[in-house]
């Protein structure tokens, strides 16, 4: 079989060889209760959330520089825990993502409550640096750790009943005290097709920059699908399900005529209030063109060969 390479992926040799995260992980291990933003890391205990530990890096070859880590994890959307861009941060240090669940039901063979553990470890851990376009008009690049959702959601076994999948963020407002204001009709809720979830760009992130996913950024497993509007990347996912008709989704849900359910960013479709045509990378002074797809034309744009893309934003 000619395996066919794809402009994500990237030479052998770029892979974590084994032996250098061994000596990470052994490093970690002695480092002891004094490293404690790397205990994080550890598989020590009951762990907060999922230990990054060792992956292969692939990305689309991005000429274009990776955003500050800080920027990345201070200037963030997470509405859970506050509207403001800094609120997540602030906001989210104490909560706690141990003994976290996904429920998984709908159309598939193997529904239930699965760990995270049970969830990621069966796959490989890939870096995949991806940029993020915010409808906002602001983007970023990042090296997201995680696995294909693809892989994941083929272990479930979707029936052919299964269109569209079906995603939740946690309730709780007590541990999330961006619920106790009714700003979104809340569990945060997103979807996407079938074709879009098994596409091989559509990422479960559970880290990036190398470490732990940030419960700024959606601890301990988010979804990324870089070529669509951030908010569809949804945060601290606690139900996947198989669905048949187009699930609900919240910003949809709050306004209508400016999110759609696709979502794909399109310098050629504005948003009501504002235009699509240019963002500014976070760190930048100057906005640069917003490409069709975020970039991603060339992987992606055959899902909607048959969609209005103005009709179907
Ligand atoms: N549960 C949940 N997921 C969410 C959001 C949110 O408010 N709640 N905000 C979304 C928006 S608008 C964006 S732009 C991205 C931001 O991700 P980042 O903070 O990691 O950059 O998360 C998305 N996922
Ligand atoms: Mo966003």
Known sequence: MIKIKKRWEIPESE??????????????????VAGGALLLNSFAGAQA?????????KSISLDEEITA???????????????????????????????WTIQVGGH??????????????????????????????WSMVIPWIGVPLSSILKTMQP?????????RTL??????????RSVVPWPYREGLTMAEAMHPLTLIAVGMYGKTMPNQNGAPIRLVVPWKYGFKSIKSIVSIEFVEAEPK??????LPDEYGFYSNVNPEVDHPRWSQKKERRIGDIFKRETQMFNGYQEEVADLYDDLDLKVNF
């Open 108 to 137: 598939c063979e193997k529904p239930g409550t699965y760990s995270l553990e049970d969830l990621i470890r069966p796959h490989a851990l890939e870096e995949r640096i991806y940029r993020l376009r915010c409808v906002e008009a």
């Open 49 to 57: 959330s999922y230990a990054v530990d060792g992956y292969q890096k």
């Open 171 to 180: 309730h709780d407002p007590l541990r999330m005290p961006g619920q106790q």
């Open 15 to 32: 892979v974590t060889p084994e032996s250098l995260y061994r000596q990470r992980r052994n490093f970690i291990k002695s480092a002891g």
């Open 159 to 167: 029936t052919s009943a299964a269109k569209y999948v079906a995603f």
């Open 69 to 99: 880590e800080e920027d990345a994890t201070s200037y963030n959307n997470f509405y859970e825990f506050g509207t403001g861009k800094e609120d997540p941060k602030e906001n989210s240090q104490r909560f706690r993502t141990d003994d």
């Open 249 to 254: 989704t919240s910003w949809n849900m709050i």
